[in-house]
């Protein structure tokens, strides 16, 4: 009755309209006052122990990092890089716009970030080179996906935060998955612009690449510190988001001098603004998930599916079925934070790696991020190129068989993600 009771109000508040944040938070006090034994004072607790939560704390300096990135000139010094290192094959304009999403990724933590970033300038410059339109949004909107892939990732650190799983582990674990998205989306591209007959650039001389990363090298090496650190035992990933926030104000402000020092309260405030919408979710899905654990509705499903003889391939199937059926409608944090308390404990009874699990939800949220009705990409994609949302979702459906080609690739090859934990950890 309990469960029925919490995910039936949970959906009939969402269909009413409400936000994911209250719309979660409101079904579980409903669902302790009047079904459950539980009582007011344990949420009260919850939300004290979740605004303590030490790996949370990395999410709002991952945030302002990548908004000094963003707001400053990194995205355009990795794009010149980029495409001084690629822009000569065929579709090499393109091919460079994935490999900056690829740079810019690595800095931010954030989709709808790279896409605004990278987009801002690639897309525009596909078109005046001769690109379809169509053609330069649809690879934009998918590669901006490689945001929360490639680490720093803020839905790792979500999912992290919701499983107890280690950050540092998750952030490893998604790099080499992150660079072969990466190489499947320019195998694509170049399959696609050769049979466009779509323009090439000029070979650019190895002055102007050297150039070219010489000044993006100070954007570049913030991916050595953060990654370098954590690995390299210096400071934990939370430590590294605080680095990450310094050094990316001292690059924009000081090094590059994109951003002047009246500038930096705006982007202050627009990462604080950010940040209380995102923890304002996380302490209410976290009150959703303390219900769901009081209630021991995911050992009961666990414990449901295993009497059921499921193996561990069958439960993966239905794992990202839920996940792709859910990003067509929440994002992506909300999701990790109903879901994962859910799936976490079946994995984990059918011997899933946790780590391996939190990269397979990763990746179909990437895939949520490009579908209507409320892919987050696609309105960012949009906004750059005054396409309906419709076009946008039409550009990016043949990239998007990529993506999914990709998460089959992830869900049932496990050492492509756990290579590199299993190595340094």
Sequence with gaps: MTIAALFILLLAFMALGMPIAVALGLSSILTILVFAQDSLASLTLKLFETSELYTLLAIPFFILGGNFMTTGGVARRMIRFANACIGHFRGGLAMASVLACMLFAAVSGSSPATVVAVGAIVIAGMVKAGYPQNFAAGVICNAGTLGILIPPSIVMVVYGAATETSVGKLFMAGVIPGILLGLMLMLAIYVRARMLNL??????????????????????????????????????????????????????V????????????????????????????????????????????????????????????????VVNILLLIAGMFMEPTGIILIMAPILFPIATRLGIDPVHLGIIMVVNLEIGMVTPPVGLNLFVTAGITKMSILGVARAALPWTLV??????????VPAITMFLPNMLF
Excluded: C
């Design 199 to 252: 323009p090439r650039q000029p070979r650019a001389p190895l002055g102007e690449i050297l150039k070219a990363g010489r000044d993006s090298l100070w954007g570049l090496l913030l991916i050595v510190i953060i990654l370098g650190g954590i690995y390299g035992g210096i400071f934990t990933p939370t430590e590294a988001a605080a680095v990450a926030a310094i050094y990316a104000f001292f690059i924009a």
């Design 254 to 317: 000081f090094v590059y001098r994109d951003i002047g020092m009246k500038q930096v309260p705006k982007v202050l405030l627009d990462s604080g603004k950010v940040t209380i919408m995102l923890m304002f979710i996380v302490a209410n899905a976290l009150l959703f998930a303390h219900v769901l654990t009081t209630e021991r509705i995911p050992q009961t499903i666990a414990e449901t599916i295993i009497g059921w003889g499921m193996p561990a391939w069958q439960f993966l199937v």
């Design 403 to 412: 993506l999914l080609l990709f998460l089959m690739i992830i869900t049932y």
